[in-house]
């Protein structure tokens, strides 16, 4: 084992022990009442998790892309009710753009490519524009945003409070607000220009392989209840996991999450390494998503009604199935952009694409 997979492996058994020590009932119960964690956050920021995959010397906690996915795919497991992904894709711009990475959960957009302006005005810079739909901005210590500047792309960090925001959730009641920004001042230092590689683009990608890698945790959990929940019910007199058409929904299920997990790390990885992004990326996100219908539909199949309750933990990693599937675009439209991406390659470049030849 060489040193990147031994620290990538303590990494992995750290963030584990962590989630599964806090991360409980009372926890999430107590999350969808008050939108999030803050008492989870104030756990995983002291051991510096959003901060992995960005430079220590821009003050992040290092590590690589590949480290990250695998703390994502953790906190999918877990249903982890905090804006991990959010905050490490918003402390990504900052340091990309050599502005100071912010502490507290982070948020950034916009996320759907609205056009956000900034306008200068002496040491200062006025924005102006709307952001719908943007996860976790009621509880963000600052808004990362992408803004169209009169010479090119910024990247500003602004106070929420300065903005308004106007509630919204998604079908697991984890925020997703509109965000209004009325000429709201923010000093010259903590607006730069935008890196190339930051642009409305990029935050989709990354955005995607989030929500990839977090449905890939959650289809781990999800699998992991239904094969317990299976030797552990009685239905005419046998153990329902005895039956042999449970056994194959549930051998269908490990399929799909051994596939799921693949896909998202491996996009990660693409990604990391400077592959196409598009192709990685699309490719996750179309198959962690037909995984999460299939998975979350044999997995209430297998529970039967106390799969819908709230008293029982299925429903945490369901409804973020659910959810996540259709942010930053669901299987039809990605697969519609990789359709038409591979075909303007051209048809000679198919094979080569699909083989890495």
Sequence with gaps: ??????????????????????????????????????????????????????????????????????????????????????????????????????????????????????????????????????????????????????????????????????PGRNLALEPRDDVVLDGVIVAGHLVAPADPGVCHAALRLRGALARSLLMAGALERALELAVRYSTERTQFGRKIGQFQAIQQELARFAGEVAAAVAAALSAAGALERGEDPLLAVASAKIRTAQAAHEGALIAHQVHGAIGVTDEYALHHSTLRLWAWREEFGNETAWAAELGRALAAAGADRLWPLLTKD
């Design 1 to 166: 084992m060489n040193d990147t997979s031994e620290v990538r492996a303590m990494l992995i058994e750290s963030a584990t022990r962590l989630f599964a020590d806090h991360v409980d009932a009372r926890l999430l119960d107590a999350a969808k009442r008050d939108s999030w964690s803050p008492e989870l956050w104030r756990i995983v920021e002291a051991a510096q998790l959003p901060l992995v995959s960005i430079a220590e010397e821009a003050g992040g906690a290092g590590g690589s892309l590949s480290d990250l996915a695998a703390v994502l795919l953790i906190a999918g497991r877990y249903a982890a009710p905090i804006p991990l992904a959010e905050t490490a894709i918003a402390g990504w711009m900052l340091a990309s753009c050599r502005l100071p990475v912010e502490s507290g959960p982070l948020a950034f957009g916009p996320v759907h490519g609205e056009n956000v302006t900034a306008r200068q005005h002496g040491a200062q810079w006025s924005l102006s524009g709307s952001m719908r739909r943007v996860p976790w901005a009621r509880i963000a210590q600052r808004l990362v945003v992408l803004v169209s500047g009169p010479a090119g792309a910024l990247v500003a960090c602004v106070d929420p409070q300065q903005c308004k925001v106007s």
